[in-house]
């Protein structure tokens, strides 16, 4: 514990203020983290309610709870909650917390503009939640928003949906800027690009894809509004539009969009499975390397969401061949996370497990959209319950899976105490059972042809519906047993070390559990 | 200047660039499918010459009238087949009617099947592109003059022309009270 940075001789002349403006002013890198954290969990419980009314409306065939007007409006702000509410808040949280830690800064580099990219964002949100108590209802339309559903046959809300989407594009900018800013320099003397931490390294990628794809998202709902309002006919057929545009459009900002929600869960579980198998990680340089062409790559398959749409056959066969070629730069990274946990000393902690299951569950995923991305299959395929449970395995146990690893991981941290490891152990045997009782049998009703987007269903796929539902509602409420794990740990629990976990490596374990308000003003020397 | 402020101004301007480029898709997509003939998209009317020894063959061509929506006129076309040879000009007759009590204002949009055919049908008259008002009751009839360039790929025997008519009195309106 030599190396503990003690910084707390200078924290009289600027600790945190206190009570509430504490937060609204903060420009502190760990403050906002933790907001952003925090709001990221609270949508994931609204974003995780909304799913158990899906269940529940699904749990017997025929009508239950809900009208089919509402269970859209469920079904859309489900998905566009979880992703620009839960997913993406929380891998920024991270990043602010752990960034400016792992790469020896004393803040993120534009501290003012970081706190402004999260408060506008439980504004976005505000906005967009309001829209359920005015007249038409919520947006309905699903979380991809085709035109002209969400242009000529949308509900009058629609006009307070795009300016959430402009909010919550800003706040994502904004927060990537910041990033790329921090990375490229702040970074403490002697880290080269290549000695960079895994998670800063995804980091790096992912905020380019986000300043990449998030203004092209914004022209998109500017077009939208135009459309709507100005009279311009971008999506209208018939003013010489093409509603098909719409979705060329919004593919090219949603693919990459997938990955920025599953890149930095690389990072997270590299960092892990390394510590926990007490080996460094297997092929570093070509786990660099395969972030970046998945990011590259993933510019050029969008049309792979559209096969179904009229493409010609060249342009079938091209989707299909560069969206199958991204499979190669994952295989890499399976494979190197399997050779670092291959005679490693593994020891099975609340992280690892995550991780472990990550591997193991996010790979199904892959392989499902491998199958989705043959485009003659994937005209029965689509539009199925198969996409669904896709879909799922890369972002439940694939992205949120990461979150969850990441926070078990720097929890003791961020708190200075360990978490409850009996608790945790629960949380995770309950989590990975219960997350495939829900997708796993979505590959079978969905190849026997159930649709998505659908409040009702053939009675052919009652029973595993049913099974489907029961997952779901112990999925989530084995979540309400994650948030007393974390509120536990805040207030009690076993004194943390510095290094937390036995050899855990990287600057942020030698800074102080918990972490010192201000980190690393006099910068480390990295060797 | 210092080096973060450098990384910002990059950084923004990437975004600004960006955000152009997603309204810059909107031409490409069209020019795109405008040159490959994807999507059935076909360019506005052009006259084409060609000179007397290219060898015409015979095709089949079908005429397709559609009605979008709630869409309340009579659409049809003269002939539903018509037995062509390629290099010729032929003449179809659209009849528009107006069943209704009140005025109301329609565009008719082209599109041609097998996609890859479009770019080979030449329109040289064509009354798409058009908006076109009728007062209640009237009815209006209207050409389509088009030749099938010979190059045609051998592997095409049908052409579909088809036409959808889309009711826009309402954004029309609009505009007129917005100037
Ligand atoms: C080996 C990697 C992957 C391949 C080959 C792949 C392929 C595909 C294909 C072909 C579809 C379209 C299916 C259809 O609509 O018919 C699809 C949908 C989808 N994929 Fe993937 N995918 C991969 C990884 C991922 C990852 C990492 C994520 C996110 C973390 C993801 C998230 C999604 C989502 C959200 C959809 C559904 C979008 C919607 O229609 O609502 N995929 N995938
Ligand atoms: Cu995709």
């Not at chain 1, 579980?269 to 993933?298: C, D, N, W």
């Not at chain 1, 669904?388 to 146990?397: G, K």
């Not at chain 2, 009237?138 to 030749?147: C, Q, S, Y």
Request: hydrophobic share 50%.
């Amino acid at each position: 514990m030599s190396a503990v940075i003690d910084s707390h001789s200078d924290d009289h002349h600027h600790g945190p203020a206190k009570g509430i403006t504490r937060w609204l002013y903060t420009t502190n890198h760990k403050d906002i983290g933790t907001l952003y954290l925090w709001f990221s969990f609270l949508m994931l419980f609204l974003g995780g309610a909304m799913a158990m009314v899906i269940r529940a409306e699904l749990f017997e065939p025929g009508s239950q709870i809900v009208s089919p007007e509402f269970y859209n409006q469920m079904l859309t702000n489900h998905g566009l909650i979880m992703v620009f509410g839960a997913v993406m808040p929380a891998f920024v949280g991270l990043a602010n917390w752990i960034i400016p830690m792992q790469i020896g800064a004393p803040d993120m580099a534009l501290p003012r503009m970081n706190n402004l990219s999260f408060w506008i964002l439980p504004v976005a949100f505000g906005i967009l939640i309001s829209t359920f108590f005015m007249e038409g209802g919520g947006p309905n339309f699903g979380w991809t928003f085709y035109a002209p559903l969400s242009t000529t046959y949308a509900p009058p809300t629609v006009t307070f949906f795009i300016f959430a989407v402009h909010i919550m594009g800003a706040s994502s900018i904004m927060g990537s800027i910041n990033i790329i800013t921090t990375i490229l320099n702040m970074r403490a003397p002697g880290m080269t690009f290549m000695k960079m931490p895994l998670f800063t390294w995804t980091w790096l990628i992912t905020a380019y894809l986000l300043i990449a794809v998030m203004p092209v998202l914004a022209g998109a709902v500017t077009m939208m509004l135009m459309d709507i309002h100005f009279g311009t006919s971008f999506f209208n057929a018939a003013g010489g539009g093409d509603p098909v545009l719409f979705q060329h459009v919004f593919w090219f900002f949603g693919h990459p969009e997938v990955y920025i929600m599953i890149l930095p869960a690389f990072g997270i579980v590299s960092h892990i499975i390394e510590t926990f198998s007490r080996k460094p990680i297997f092929g570093y340089t070509s786990m660099v390397y395969a972030i970046a062409s998945i990011a590259i790559l993933s510019f050029i398959v969008w049309a792979h969401h559209m096969f179904t749409v009229g493409m010609p056959i060249a342009g079938e066969l091209f989707f299909m061949y560069t969206t199958m070629l991204i499979a190669i730069p994952t295989g890499v990274k399976v494979f190197n996370w399997l050779s670092t946990m291959f005679k490693g000393s593994i020891s099975f902690e609340t992280p690892m497990l995550f991780s472990i299951a990550f591997v193991a569950l996010f790979t199904i995923g892959g392989l499902s959209g491998l199958m989705l991305a043959i485009a003659p299959a994937d005209f029965q395929y689509h539009d199925t319950y198969f996409v669904v449970a896709h879909f799922h395995y890369v972002l439940v146990p694939g992205a949120i899976f990461g979150i969850i690893a990441g926070v078990y991981y720097w929890l003791p941290k961020w708190t200075g105490n360990m978490y409850d490891e009996v608790l945790g152990k629960t949380h995770f045997w309950m989590s990975f059972i219960s997350v495939n009782i829900t997708f796993f049998p979505m590959h079978f009703v969905g190849l026997a042809g159930m649709p998505r987007r659908i409040p009702d269903y053939a009675l052919q796929f009652a029973d595993f519906n049913m099974v489907i539902s029961i997952g779901a509602f112990i999925f989530g409420l084995t979540q309400l047993l994650f948030l007393f794990i974390i509120l536990k740990s805040i207030f009690a629990g076993k004194q943390a070390t510095s290094e937390v976990w036995e050899g855990a490596k990287g600057l942020e374990w030698t800074v102080a559990s918990p972490a010192p308000y201000h980190t690393f003003e006099t910068p480390p020397e990295v060797k | 200047m210092k080096a973060a402020t450098k990384t910002n101004l990059k950084l923004v301007s990437l975004v600004l660039g960006m955000f152009c480029f997603g309204f810059a898709l909107v031409p490409i997509y069209d020019v795109f499918c405008e040159i490959t003939g994807l999507n059935g998209k076909v360019s506005g009317p052009t006259i084409t010459e060609y000179d007397d020894n290219f060898n015409s063959r015979e095709i089949k061509i079908l005429f397709v009238t559609k009605n979008n929506e709630n869409m309340a006129w009579n659409f049809t076309s003269e002939k539903r087949i018509l037995d062509a040879e390629t290099g010729t000009a032929y003449t179809v007759d659209y009849t528009f009617e107006n069943p209704t009590d009140y005025p109301m204002v329609a565009q008719a949009i082209p599109s041609v099947s097998p996609g890859k055919g479009a770019q080979y049908f030449h329109k040289t008259e064509c009354f798409c592109f058009e908006e076109q008002l009728l007062q209640p009751g009237e009815k209006l009839t209207m050409p389509v003059r088009f030749i099938i360039d010979p190059d045609l790929p051998d592997d095409v025997p049908v052409l579909t022309l088809g036409y959808t008519l889309f009711d826009i009195s309402e954004s029309h309106i609009k505009l007129q009270a917005s100037n």
